[in-house]
């Protein structure tokens, strides 16, 4: 069990850490994105596997890249609020940090009306504060409770799909990235992982 499983869903209860823990569901989500040189592979692999994902999308990428954003909505997948600008909320003051995550929202909004607001601090970093104003503004904070590290450069692609599915329980929320960083051991793990859970009857929700 990883810190993000035990201690840290203690700590902050008020955030998502997990899906269903009562059937052998996972929930598959994608941070950093949309991109030209990894968002299309990953539809491309989620729409051959027939799974829906949640896609944490940077608001700056979405006025760069809109026709990947809008092909992530047509094949039915659910997009969600990573900041306008990948902010750390750490490093950020509480108005500054706000104010991004609403410009990255009004950027969504622009395209599809979410089912309901979901956001994910970029590097898992959010101050008390910025977390209850959040909350007191109708969001839903996602954090996870699998974290691929793919994005991690002194990982192998073997270790990175070994640690994934060691972490595996059932209500994952399991994080990957569809960023540059991340596309070597994506591309390795992805494919791997989804044949695994497919093979061990996994169901893939939608947050």
């Not at 823990?21 to 491309?44: A, C, H, M, S």
């Not at 504060?129 to 692609?157: C, E, G, P």
């Amino acid at each position: 069990m990883n810190l993000s499983q035990t201690i840290l869903p203690l700590i902050y209860p008020k955030l998502q850490w997990s899906g269903d823990k009562n059937i052998r569901k996972v929930y598959l989500t994608f941070d950093d994105g949309p991109i030209p040189e990894i968002t299309p592979w990953v539809l491309q692999v989620l729409n051959k596997y027939q799974v829906k994902a949640t896609f944490f999308c940077i608001g700056d990428n979405i006025v760069k890249h809109p026709d990947i954003f809008q092909h992530i909505i047509a094949q039915g997948h659910h997009v969600a609020n990573h900041t306008h600008n990948h902010l750390n909320g750490w490093n950020n003051p509480c108005s500054n940090y706000l104010e991004n995550i609403l410009r990255c929202q009004h950027t969504i909004e622009k395209y599809t009306i979410p089912h309901k607001k979901l956001f994910r601090p970029p590097y898992g970093k959010i101050t008390r504060k910025q977390i209850n104003s959040l909350l007191q503004s109708q969001y839903t904070i996602v954090m996870w409770s699998n974290l691929t590290k793919d994005y991690d450069k002194n990982i192998s692609s073997q270790n990175c799909l070994k640690n994934t599915i060691n972490q595996l329980s059932d209500g994952n929320i399991i994080v990957f990235h569809d960023s540059i960083k991340a596309q070597k051991n994506l591309y390795y793990t992805l494919p791997r992982l989804l044949d695994y859970l497919t093979e061990n009857k996994y169901c893939f929700g939608l947050l």
